[in-house]
């Protein structure tokens, strides 16, 4: 007699969302696009294309350099005015992934084109892993660093200031140094890593953006995010959040980290466009 081997559908269904949330979503990536308004915007720099890039954990499970590739011809082709990498290029701890050294990180990264340029900070793994040694691979490749530090960007009559902001968590933010040179009437625009710095942020900047969070990874229905890495739960955990004046964009990032999982949090490149609120 022949043994038939019945699947149970609670069976089925837990196969195709292991499959799904451990190798199809990661594996993935998807362009979001996000239309702000702020009031506080000059009318001449409308429609400024904005590309962030976070957390891409180069060497997390199905995340090397050939996806990274992927992801800056991807970007590339968007043809942003800016792009903003918000740090962790490496990854500290690797759990079924191959680690990637951060100089063939930044020799792709090198491939990033932008109208009005490309610039980085660095993210905790960065610093857990060796500051030093990201930020000679980058500087390397002549991509620009602006751990706590700002230039002004002029494109025809749009005229702003970028500030970038060290990471909150390992205690290398310096908010005050990063706008010293900036002056008092200047628009400014800011990125940083970790969106937990959101409330020490003067109200002169205008507009924020950072990762860190990677979205929670996993999104369950009625549960919600359950694995955020900020103090303030899931109210910094992804997308435009605008409070007190104050307002800041969280990208979820491209890849894992702890768990290299991601549940209808996919990987993203971030695209934000800014404009005047009339």
């Known amino acids: 007699m022949k043994r038939v081997l019945v699947l149970s559908p609670l069976f089925i269904l837990l196969l195709v969302l292991g499959l799904w949330a451990f190798w199809l979503e990661p594996s993935s990536f998807i362009t979001t696009t996000t239309n702000i308004k702020l009031r506080r915007w000059p009318a001449s720099c409308n429609s400024l294309k904005i590309v962030v890039l976070s957390d891409l954990h180069v060497g997390s499970p199905h995340n090397g350099i050939a996806n990274l590739a992927k992801v800056v011809e991807a970007t590339n082709a968007i043809h942003p005015d800016l792009i903003l990498l918000a740090g962790d290029y490496v990854i500290h701890e690797v759990m079924g992934g191959t680690f990637v050294k951060p100089e063939p990180i930044a020799q792709e990264l090198k491939k990033l ?12 793994h960065d610093w857990w892993y060796s500051a030093t040694r990201v930020q000679a691979a980058f500087q390397h490749e ?5 751990d706590n530090a700002a230039l002004p960007i002029k494109n025809g009559s749009c005229n702003f200031w970028l500030a970038g902001i060290g990471d909150y ?5 310096d908010t005050a140094q990063a706008l010293r040179a900036i002056p008092d009437n200047a628009t400014v625009i800011a990125f940083t890593h970790n969106p937990d710095i959101f409330y020490e942020l003067p109200k ?32 910094f955990a992804t997308g435009y959040i605008s409070e007190g004046g104050g307002n800041i964009f969280v990208t979820n990032g491209i890849g894992t980290s702890i768990l290299p999982v991601r549940f209808r949090v996919p990987p993203e490149i971030t695209v934000v466009l800014l404009n005047t609120l009339r």
């Open 113 to 124: 084109t932008a109208k009005l340029g490309v610039y980085a900070v660095l993210g905790n």
């Open 142 to 146: 002549g991509i620009r660093l602006l």
């Open 169 to 173: 968590w390992m205690g290398q933010h």
């Open 204 to 235: 002169r900047i205008v507009m924020t953006f950072a990762g860190h969070t990677h979205g929670g990874q996993v999104n369950l229905p009625l549960l919600g995010r359950l694995i955020v890495p900020s103090q303030y739960g899931e109210k």
